[in-house]
T-cell receptor, first 114, second 110 residues
Framework: DSGVTQTPKHLITATGQRVTLRCSPRSGDLSVYWYQQSLDQGLQFLIQ???????AKGNILERFSAQQFPDLHSELNLSSLELGDSALYFC?????????????FGAGSRLTVL | QKEVEQDPGPLSVPEGAIVSLNCTYS??????FMWYRQYSRKGPELLMYTYSSGNKEDGRFTAQVDKSSKYISLFIRDSQPSDSATYLCAMGGSARQLTFGSGTQLTVLP
Protein backbone atom coordinates (compact mmCIF):
# COMPACT_ATOMS: atom_id res chain seq x y z
CA ASP A 1 0.00 0.00 0.00
CA SER A 2 1.56 3.28 -1.19
CA GLY A 3 -0.48 5.45 1.16
CA VAL A 4 -2.20 7.23 -1.75
CA THR A 5 -5.85 6.17 -1.87
CA GLN A 6 -7.98 6.34 -4.98
CA THR A 7 -11.66 5.56 -5.44
CA PRO A 8 -13.41 4.04 -7.25
CA LYS A 9 -11.09 1.31 -8.54
CA HIS A 10 -13.28 0.61 -11.55
CA LEU A 11 -15.98 2.66 -13.21
CA ILE A 12 -18.08 1.86 -16.26
CA THR A 13 -20.25 4.57 -17.73
CA ALA A 14 -21.78 5.76 -20.99
CA THR A 15 -20.76 8.48 -23.41
CA GLY A 16 -21.99 11.92 -22.43
CA GLN A 17 -21.99 11.14 -18.72
CA ARG A 18 -20.02 12.77 -15.91
CA VAL A 19 -17.89 11.02 -13.29
CA THR A 20 -15.85 12.06 -10.28
CA LEU A 21 -12.63 10.36 -9.24
CA ARG A 22 -11.34 10.83 -5.73
CA CYS A 23 -7.84 10.82 -4.30
CA SER A 24 -6.41 11.07 -0.80
CA PRO A 25 -2.66 11.80 -0.71
CA ARG A 26 -0.23 10.25 1.75
CA SER A 27 -0.46 11.65 5.24
CA GLY A 28 1.45 14.93 5.39
CA ASP A 29 1.77 15.38 1.62
CA LEU A 30 0.38 18.69 0.38
CA SER A 31 0.83 18.10 -3.38
CA VAL A 32 -1.51 16.08 -5.53
CA TYR A 33 -0.90 15.21 -9.16
CA TRP A 34 -3.30 13.65 -11.65
CA TYR A 35 -2.10 11.54 -14.56
CA GLN A 36 -3.96 9.74 -17.33
CA GLN A 37 -2.61 6.47 -18.72
CA SER A 38 -3.98 5.11 -21.97
CA LEU A 39 -2.58 2.41 -24.21
CA ASP A 40 -1.56 4.74 -27.01
CA GLN A 41 -0.50 7.80 -25.01
CA GLY A 42 1.34 6.44 -22.01
CA LEU A 43 1.30 8.33 -18.71
CA GLN A 44 0.21 11.92 -19.35
CA PHE A 45 0.30 14.69 -16.76
CA LEU A 46 -3.05 16.40 -16.28
CA ILE A 47 -2.89 18.80 -13.35
CA GLN A 48 -1.17 19.51 -10.04
CA UNK A 49 -2.46 21.01 -6.80
CA UNK A 50 -0.52 22.19 -3.79
CA UNK A 51 -2.33 22.87 -0.53
CA UNK A 52 -5.57 23.67 -2.30
CA UNK A 53 -4.15 25.77 -5.11
CA UNK A 54 -3.64 24.81 -8.72
CA UNK A 55 0.08 24.83 -9.48
CA ALA A 56 0.50 23.39 -12.95
CA LYS A 57 -1.60 22.23 -15.86
CA GLY A 58 -0.67 19.67 -18.45
CA ASN A 59 -2.70 18.13 -21.22
CA ILE A 60 -6.02 18.42 -19.44
CA LEU A 61 -9.12 18.78 -21.58
CA GLU A 62 -11.60 21.59 -20.95
CA ARG A 63 -14.20 18.90 -20.17
CA PHE A 64 -12.07 17.85 -17.20
CA SER A 65 -11.65 19.80 -13.99
CA ALA A 66 -10.12 19.17 -10.61
CA GLN A 67 -9.89 20.64 -7.17
CA GLN A 68 -8.16 20.02 -3.87
CA PHE A 69 -10.13 20.46 -0.68
CA PRO A 70 -9.01 21.81 2.73
CA ASP A 71 -8.52 18.26 4.02
CA LEU A 72 -6.13 17.82 1.03
CA HIS A 73 -8.12 15.18 -0.78
CA SER A 74 -8.61 15.88 -4.46
CA GLU A 75 -11.30 15.16 -7.00
CA LEU A 76 -11.01 14.91 -10.76
CA ASN A 77 -14.26 15.59 -12.59
CA LEU A 78 -14.68 14.25 -16.11
CA SER A 79 -17.74 15.41 -18.06
CA SER A 80 -19.31 14.86 -21.48
CA LEU A 81 -17.40 11.62 -21.57
CA GLU A 82 -16.20 10.20 -24.88
CA LEU A 83 -15.00 6.73 -25.78
CA GLY A 84 -11.45 8.04 -25.93
CA ASP A 85 -11.58 9.02 -22.27
CA SER A 86 -11.40 5.34 -21.33
CA ALA A 87 -8.12 5.05 -19.45
CA LEU A 88 -6.46 4.55 -16.11
CA TYR A 89 -6.41 7.71 -14.02
CA PHE A 90 -3.67 7.93 -11.41
CA CYS A 91 -3.25 10.26 -8.53
CA UNK A 92 0.16 10.83 -6.98
CA UNK A 93 1.51 12.85 -4.09
CA UNK A 94 4.95 14.28 -3.37
CA UNK A 95 6.63 14.40 0.02
CA UNK A 96 6.31 17.90 1.43
CA UNK A 97 9.64 19.62 1.85
CA UNK A 98 11.43 17.17 -0.36
CA UNK A 99 13.59 18.75 -3.01
CA UNK A 100 13.19 15.71 -5.17
CA UNK A 101 10.47 15.15 -7.70
CA UNK A 102 9.69 11.68 -6.41
CA UNK A 103 5.99 10.96 -6.78
CA UNK A 104 4.13 8.18 -5.00
CA PHE A 105 1.22 6.83 -7.00
CA GLY A 106 -2.08 5.35 -5.99
CA ALA A 107 -3.47 2.16 -7.50
CA GLY A 108 -5.50 4.08 -10.07
CA SER A 109 -9.11 4.34 -11.18
CA ARG A 110 -9.96 2.42 -14.33
CA LEU A 111 -12.59 4.24 -16.36
CA THR A 112 -14.43 2.51 -19.17
CA VAL A 113 -16.72 4.61 -21.35
CA LEU A 114 -19.16 2.59 -23.46
CA GLN B 1 8.81 14.87 -31.22
CA LYS B 2 8.11 13.71 -27.67
CA GLU B 3 10.24 15.11 -24.85
CA VAL B 4 11.01 11.58 -23.67
CA GLU B 5 11.40 8.61 -25.99
CA GLN B 6 11.55 5.10 -24.61
CA ASP B 7 12.29 1.85 -26.42
CA PRO B 8 8.76 0.40 -26.63
CA GLY B 9 9.53 -3.30 -26.48
CA PRO B 10 8.00 -5.63 -25.60
CA LEU B 11 11.08 -7.40 -24.34
CA SER B 12 11.20 -11.10 -23.49
CA VAL B 13 14.30 -12.61 -21.88
CA PRO B 14 15.22 -15.87 -20.13
CA GLU B 15 15.66 -15.95 -16.37
CA GLY B 16 19.16 -14.85 -15.35
CA ALA B 17 19.68 -12.57 -18.35
CA ILE B 18 20.95 -9.02 -18.16
CA VAL B 19 18.29 -6.56 -19.26
CA SER B 20 18.96 -3.10 -20.65
CA LEU B 21 16.18 -0.51 -20.81
CA ASN B 22 16.76 2.88 -22.40
CA CYS B 23 15.31 6.36 -22.76
CA THR B 24 16.40 9.49 -24.57
CA TYR B 25 15.19 12.99 -23.89
CA SER B 26 15.32 16.38 -25.55
CA UNK B 27 14.68 18.82 -22.67
CA UNK B 28 17.96 20.09 -21.22
CA UNK B 29 16.08 21.39 -18.16
CA UNK B 30 15.56 17.87 -16.83
CA UNK B 31 17.61 17.41 -13.67
CA UNK B 32 16.04 14.37 -12.00
CA PHE B 33 15.84 10.95 -13.56
CA MET B 34 13.83 8.04 -12.29
CA TRP B 35 12.71 4.57 -13.16
CA TYR B 36 9.32 3.36 -12.12
CA ARG B 37 8.08 -0.22 -12.28
CA GLN B 38 4.44 -0.93 -12.96
CA TYR B 39 2.89 -4.33 -12.52
CA SER B 40 -0.26 -5.13 -14.44
CA ARG B 41 -3.29 -3.18 -13.17
CA LYS B 42 -1.23 -1.48 -10.45
CA GLY B 43 0.15 2.00 -9.94
CA PRO B 44 3.76 2.83 -10.85
CA GLU B 45 6.23 2.39 -8.00
CA LEU B 46 9.61 4.08 -7.74
CA LEU B 47 12.53 1.80 -8.50
CA MET B 48 15.52 4.11 -8.90
CA TYR B 49 16.18 7.84 -8.54
CA THR B 50 19.25 9.72 -9.75
CA TYR B 51 20.12 13.37 -9.88
CA SER B 52 23.41 13.57 -11.72
CA SER B 53 25.25 11.90 -14.55
CA GLY B 54 26.88 8.61 -13.72
CA ASN B 55 25.82 5.28 -12.31
CA LYS B 56 23.75 4.37 -9.29
CA GLU B 57 23.47 0.80 -8.11
CA ASP B 58 20.85 -0.82 -5.91
CA GLY B 59 21.08 -4.57 -5.64
CA ARG B 60 20.52 -6.08 -9.07
CA PHE B 61 19.54 -2.71 -10.56
CA THR B 62 21.86 -0.05 -12.00
CA ALA B 63 20.66 3.29 -13.29
CA GLN B 64 22.91 5.18 -15.67
CA VAL B 65 22.55 8.80 -16.73
CA ASP B 66 24.49 10.55 -19.48
CA LYS B 67 23.37 14.17 -19.55
CA SER B 68 25.71 15.10 -22.39
CA SER B 69 23.99 12.56 -24.65
CA LYS B 70 20.56 13.00 -23.02
CA TYR B 71 20.36 9.26 -22.49
CA ILE B 72 19.42 7.17 -19.49
CA SER B 73 19.48 3.44 -18.96
CA LEU B 74 18.37 0.86 -16.44
CA PHE B 75 20.22 -2.43 -16.19
CA ILE B 76 18.79 -5.45 -14.43
CA ARG B 77 21.25 -8.24 -13.59
CA ASP B 78 20.24 -11.83 -12.96
CA SER B 79 16.69 -11.07 -14.05
CA GLN B 80 13.89 -12.97 -12.30
CA PRO B 81 10.32 -13.81 -13.35
CA SER B 82 9.19 -11.41 -10.63
CA ASP B 83 10.85 -8.60 -12.61
CA SER B 84 8.20 -9.04 -15.32
CA ALA B 85 6.47 -5.66 -15.46
CA THR B 86 6.35 -2.44 -17.43
CA TYR B 87 9.28 -0.12 -16.76
CA LEU B 88 8.76 3.61 -17.13
CA CYS B 89 11.50 6.20 -17.26
CA ALA B 90 10.55 9.57 -15.78
CA MET B 91 12.25 12.94 -15.69
CA GLY B 92 11.71 16.27 -13.99
CA GLY B 93 13.25 19.67 -13.61
CA SER B 94 12.29 22.87 -11.82
CA ALA B 95 8.67 22.17 -12.69
CA ARG B 96 7.51 19.62 -10.16
CA GLN B 97 5.61 17.30 -12.46
CA LEU B 98 7.36 14.35 -14.03
CA THR B 99 7.43 13.57 -17.74
CA PHE B 100 7.23 9.86 -18.44
CA GLY B 101 8.36 7.64 -21.25
CA SER B 102 5.78 5.38 -22.84
CA GLY B 103 7.06 2.31 -21.00
CA THR B 104 8.79 -0.94 -21.92
CA GLN B 105 7.00 -4.19 -21.13
CA LEU B 106 9.44 -6.81 -19.86
CA THR B 107 8.75 -10.52 -19.52
CA VAL B 108 11.32 -12.76 -17.83
CA LEU B 109 10.73 -16.39 -18.73
CA PRO B 110 11.49 -19.06 -16.11
Amino acid sequence: DSGVTQTPKHLITATGQRVTLRCSPRSGDLSVYWYQQSLDQGLQFLIQYYNGEERAKGNILERFSAQQFPDLHSELNLSSLELGDSALYFCASRETGSGANVLTFGAGSRLTVL
Amino acid sequence: QKEVEQDPGPLSVPEGAIVSLNCTYSNSAFQYFMWYRQYSRKGPELLMYTYSSGNKEDGRFTAQVDKSSKYISLFIRDSQPSDSATYLCAMGGSARQLTFGSGTQLTVLP
